[in-house]
């Protein structure tokens, strides 16, 4: 290897890294990469396949060898230079070498590591990088945990890839709300409109408060003078706000569903504004997300026809043990991972006709629900559909991207989730696909997020949210 500054790293990837984003090799700016041999090994046993790891596998392969095609055998030894990804060519992003291990890196591991697994194999590699190249700063990164921690045990520094981390804390994640501040009508009425269209309540106020502002984010004031608002449009330090519907009065319910608590009346408020194409709702469970979506979706589908029909599908991934295949259609093979759906729809549907009211109106809801699996999304587009995603947080960033861009015109998506349950391997609360749309889309004017605190489920339910 030739020499290298001082600042810059030399990282020794894991295999997960590239089957987890097989970008990964481009993230790296100036710092050094290098593949032991053991995980183009690995590489080669994945390839195969339908599943989201096969198709990155096959995807890193592909960029390897781009990367390595027409250069020789010194060229490769010394290192190849890694070119520019997703960045212009008027402003090219520093770039470091890729390095192949192209010979025998001879380093006796510990006798608490014995055998000769890929994962000692790589530990091998970077202990005799370590010991090699005294000079430079070798680094292990690798999403595998336990790795990581037989690393620190032999003596070798490791990293998480958190490239595709959206925050650093899920704690810093847009929650959709804000609440206004005592002083705000004193510091903002100077110079402030206000006027009545179509039924509803306006204001254009501007001032410092108003900086931080998003689209459709919701605002609002307790106390003696409550005030709930969405924010409609946003320029600078102006602003438009319009006054939420109440939709925790019994005239102004949802399918007999009324909102409990202040986020969920602004919950309701994104679902029935036909404006907003996307909506993610976050909270955990017994917080009404499935019933408020479902409610809001049917009201508009069998009552003000915006849309043909409720399309609901989630991710499948068990809580326990697989029960293994199952038989029947695509509908009938996901009838099992939807109970939260018939959970929600004996709710909607409890009707003062006796058991032959309720199976008419169970059959007519059946009749404008299509429940579908996420494996066949790919290539599809839907018109003038309500997408509901339930369980959206074990989806990954490209999924999510492969999702929401099957909506065609007149289409809504809601995505439900919560981050504090993620079933996916490698995925956390700040790299779910959720938190990752969640924060990507708070610009934009046609979406809303929203973030129910409190759940509504049952008193058994809260107690053993909190203390459990």
Known sequence: MPESTAQQRLF???TNVLMHDPTALFRFEEHDIFLPM???EELDKSKKGMSEVARNVRQASRFLDDIVAH???TEIDQGLSIPNFGSSEDQPVPRGRLFFQTQSLINHLPDSLPGNTPDNSILAAALALQEKRPERHVVLISKD????IK?????VPTEDYSNDQV????SLLYSGTRELPENFWDNHSKDMESWQESGHTWYRVSGPDTRDWYPNQCLYMDGDSSFQAIVREKDGDDALIELADDYSNAKHSIWGIQARNREQNFALNMLMDPNIDFVTLLGTAGTGKTLLTLAAGLAQVLDKSLYKEIIMTRVTVPVGEDIGFLPGTEEEKMTPWMGALMDNLEVLTQTGGGDWGRAAADD???SRIRIHSLNFMRGRTFLNKYIILDEAQNLTAKQMKTLITRAGPGTKVICLGNVAQIDTPYLTETTSGLTYVVDRFKQWP???????????RSRLADFASDTL
């Open 12 to 14: 020794v990837l894991d």
């Open 38 to 40: 053991v995980v183009l």
């Open 71 to 73: 250069s020789s055998k």
């Open 145 to 148: 945990i336990n790795l990581r």
């Open 151 to 155: 690393a620190a045990i032999v003596g």
């Open 167 to 170: 925050l650093d804390d899920v």
């Open 364 to 366: 007519l809801l059946r």
């Open 446 to 456: 046609h979406s809303g997020h929203i973030t129910l605190l409190r759940g509504e």
